[in-house]
């Protein structure tokens, strides 16, 4: 590429989020970077958008001399907003992240960091989520650095497979004690949730979500298993949800009855 790539960079956690202000950092290394990221946490949003309420994008200055929007809307809000109304060419790669806590396995449904790469990926865009397995705000995002930079650079170097963006989950030890990298699957697993139901002064009764994560999945090609090892995981998404698979058993339904 003969010159510097346009990287839009975002989040779920919020523009000023420690996460993000590493993420943006390392940007600052492989090409120009803009940011477009909610003005307030929207962790948990999946790939929710706006669409009853108005949204408001305000220029910030926080740190360094890139540009930077902070957004009223949802990660995926964040990225519709850059590509129509912001930036004045494509970007050549939007990253999300560093996201304070896990997405990897079946969090990746819920998350945020996820959809806006995901939104990304919709419009053409080659995108990458970046998560740490630590949800301390405070968290050390330092040895994160080079393989963020070096997923990055690949990525944008060797171009990434049609309709797929990838989903980056880096464990939470020193960068000495990391032993490399991994391209895996998505590992089974998912979470055995309860609701902590309580009462308000009022006599209102309401309800906190809890739960535990269980993984169901024994393999050694998942993502959870490469982190619990000490690797950084790389799991391939796909946007399209179709279940290829079972379109051949589901066409031996009876489904033409309907007609008589």
Not at 52 to 69: A, C, F, M, R
Not at 123 to 140: C, H, K, Q, V
Not at 146 to 169: D, K, S, W
Request: with cysteine.
């Amino acid at each position: 590429m003969s010159k510097r790539p346009l990287i839009l960079v975002t989040n779920d956690d919020g523009i000023t989020a420690p996460g993000i202000r590493t993420l943006i950092s390392v940007m600052n290394t492989i090409g120009d970077v803009v940011v477009v990221a909610p003005d307030s946490p929207q962790s948990g949003m999946g790939h929710a958008i706006t669409v009853n309420s108005t949204l408001y994008i305000e220029k910030v200055d926080i740190d360094g001399k890139q540009p930077e929007y902070s957004c009223s809307g949802t990660p995926a809000d964040c990225v519709k907003l850059a590509v129509r109304e912001i930036l004045d060419r494509r970007p050549d790669i939007c990253v999300s992240g560093i996201n304070h806590g896990s997405n990897s396995s079946i969090n990746v449904i819920y998350s945020g960091t996820m959809s806006a790469a995901l939104e990304a990926g919709i419009e053409g865009i080659p995108a990458i989520g970046f998560s740490l397995l630590d949800y301390n705000w405070n968290a050390n995002f330092e040895h994160c650095k080079p393989f963020i930079e070096t997923i990055t650079r690949n990525a944008i170097e060797n171009g990434m497979p049609e309709g797929v963006v990838l989903n980056v989950n880096l464990p939470k030890l020193e960068k000495h004690a990391i032993k490399g990298i991994k391209i895996c699957r998505q590992a089974r697993a998912n979470w055995e949730e309860k609701f902590d139901k309580r009462t308000n002064p009022m006599g209102r009764d309401y309800y906190w979500l809890a739960g535990k994560f269980v993984n169901l999945d024994n393999g050694e090609d998942t993502d959870e298993w490469a982190l619990e090892h000490g690797y950084v995981s790389v799991v391939p998404v796909q946007f399209d949800m179709t279940a290829h698979h079972a379109i051949q058993s589901l066409n031996t339904w009876n489904l033409k009855k309907t007609l008589k």
